[in-house]
């Protein structure tokens, strides 16, 4: 009598697909709804970032009470281009801004940073960030399109991704 080899299980082909397809769910929702990589686009936010960089985003913070003045976020604002945007929110709801000589200011006072190499020409009438709305500008101010140059210069809750964490390629980096 010849012996018979032993026959594999199907079951265990069928486990490890179960395994493969568990794991792209849950990535499908961690990068849906926790953190999600993203690639720079343009000099506007330089030094820091540059175009071709990649930077961690947290979806969790896209939520007005995580947001505050400095923070570096990832929006969508579809009336001025169908990418990503990443800038730093220089305005909070009901700060006063402006832009006099160059100069970008908050409540009257001069915004830190970005004021190097501005077009000492430029103006911008006084507005008030609205309510869950953010004003929003890029670090290399002279070449960002941001508030100061959209015709609907807030960025609305909704409107945001989330935060941007770090760099991570490159090399990394804390945006924090």
């Given at each position: ?89 220089t305005g ?15 409540n009257g ?28 500008t890029g ?38």
């Open positions: 009598m010849a012996k018979s080899k032993p026959q594999t299980e199907p079951r265990g082909n069928y486990r490890f697909l179960g395994l493969v397809a568990a794991a792209l769910f849950f990535a499908f929702l961690f990068t849906t709804f926790c953190f999600s990589i993203t690639m720079v686009v343009g000099q506007s936010m330089e030094p820091l970032l540059h175009e071709h960089d990649w930077v961690v985003v947290d979806h969790r913070a896209s939520e007005k009470s995580a947001i505050s003045l400095g923070d570096m976020i990832v929006l969508k604002k579809p009336d001025v281009t169908r990418q990503l945007i990443i800038k730093r929110v909070l709801p009901g700060d006063v801004m402006e832009v006099r000589a160059g100069i970008l200011y908050r006072n001069p915004v830190p940073g970005g004021s190097a190499n501005v077009d000492r020409q430029e103006t911008m009438h006084t507005v008030t960030v609205p309510p869950k709305c953010f004003f929003v670090d290399n101010r002279r070449f960002s399109s941001d508030s100061r140059k959209w015709k609907q210069p807030f960025v609305k809750q909704e409107e945001v991704v989330g935060k941007a964490l770090c760099r991570c390629f490159p090399s990394y980096h804390s945006l924090q």
